[in-house]
């Protein structure tokens, strides 16, 4: 049985498949040539996104460096979300990546909320734009992201995305800091990779990834969180807490972080009291929402209850006040 699901929490607007319908628009007004043949090429390049995920991504950063292009590009993702039958939706996007056009990290946002909240107005989709630190930039930069949120008093949220491997959250915990007591809701990738050696310690390293973020950065939601059921101290602080888990097993797998969707125990995540939700993470290249859906319908035949939790989960977990339900 497959859950019929209205919002996304984990969704990033760069590896979106947003970004086809509006791929020739940005390369003009980049004034750049693609430098792929087709939309299968595209993904090709991308695949295996842990490789290099920073420089595989400029390939579409790098048409996104002013403010038309990146308006146009947060109008596209929040069209087509709204088209394919979305009503809310939480979109990624860093803005450090969209600086050599002469806009600041402040500029930056302010563009890519402007075409999502156009396209929120015009579609009836609400979007809660999730303002990414891309974790290889250094603390002094995460802090500034961190301030430009906390500008917005909650109509924005701050996460951290992008190699986990090489920089833990613990790394952008004065970011995380500076948000505590305001109206900014807190999220971060933890618990997605790390180096798979030493074999032995691979799984507890990803546990206490998701430990820091959610003990020393208070996150108000995760994403991955692969090893999750392995530590049942943790799920109880979790669920404690109402922190959500913005799951993308698919992704997952497509990045060899796992080697089937199974291994994720999502029912026993649900039966225990998680907030947990299915997501895409990057469309563009990663499978979409509906075939997360058929591959864990698959894997775990969802009982009516537990598809009733991952529906209801949308808005019980959502970060925006106006749409979460308690």
Not at 7 to 35: E, F, N, P, Q, Y
Not at 183 to 201: F, I
Not at 266 to 288: A, H, M, S
Request: hydrophobic letters at 40%.
């Amino acid at each position: 049985m497959k859950p019929d699901i209205k919002g996304l929490h984990h969704d990033h607007i760069d590896g979106s498949s947003a970004v086809l319908d509006v791929l020739d628009d940005l390369h003009r007004i980049s004034g750049k040539t693609c430098a792929f043949a087709s939309a299968d090429e595209l993904r090709a390049f991308f695949r295996n996104t842990h490789q290099g995920i920073v420089a595989k991504f400029a390939a579409v950063t790098s048409l996104m460096q002013n403010r038309e292009s990146l308006s146009l590009a947060g109008y596209a993702y929040g069209r087509r979300r709204a088209q394919e039958g979305y009503r809310y939706a939480e979109a990624k996007f860093a803005p450090q990546y969209h600086l050599g056009g002469g806009l600041d990290l402040g500029g930056a946002v302010r563009a890519m909320c402007d075409g999502l909240w156009k396209a929120q107005e015009e579609f009836g989709i609400r979007i809660l734009p999730m303002i990414c630190i891309g974790r290889e930039a250094d603390p002094d930069t995460g802090v500034e992201i961190a301030k430009v949120v906390l500008g917005y008093d909650g109509a924005v949220a701050l996460d951290l995305a992008c190699d986990e491997s090489e920089h833990p959250p613990e790394k952008h915990l004065p970011a995380y800091r500076l948000t505590f007591g305001s109206n900014v809701r807190r999220d971060c990738h933890a618990g997605e990779w790390v180096s798979k050696l030493p074999a032995e310690t691979y799984r507890e390293r990803l546990l206490k990834n998701i430990r820091t973020a959610v003990v020393d950065l208070r996150c108000d939601g995760i994403g991955h969180a692969i090893p999750l059921c392995d530590d049942a101290e943790l799920i109880s602080r979790i669920v404690g807490e109402g922190v959500r888990v913005a799951g993308c097993p698919l992704s997952n797998v497509a990045c060899n972080c796992i080697g089937d969707v199974a291994e994720l125990r999502i029912g026993e995540l649900l039966d225990k009291g998680v907030i947990y939700t299915l997501n895409p993470d990057d469309d563009l290249f990663l499978p979409t929402l509906p075939e997360v859906l058929e591959a864990c319908d698959r894997a775990y035949a969802f009982t009516p209850e537990q598809c009733r939790k991952l529906e209801e989960n949308v808005w019980r977990g959502a970060f925006a006040a106006d749409v979460r339900t308690v």
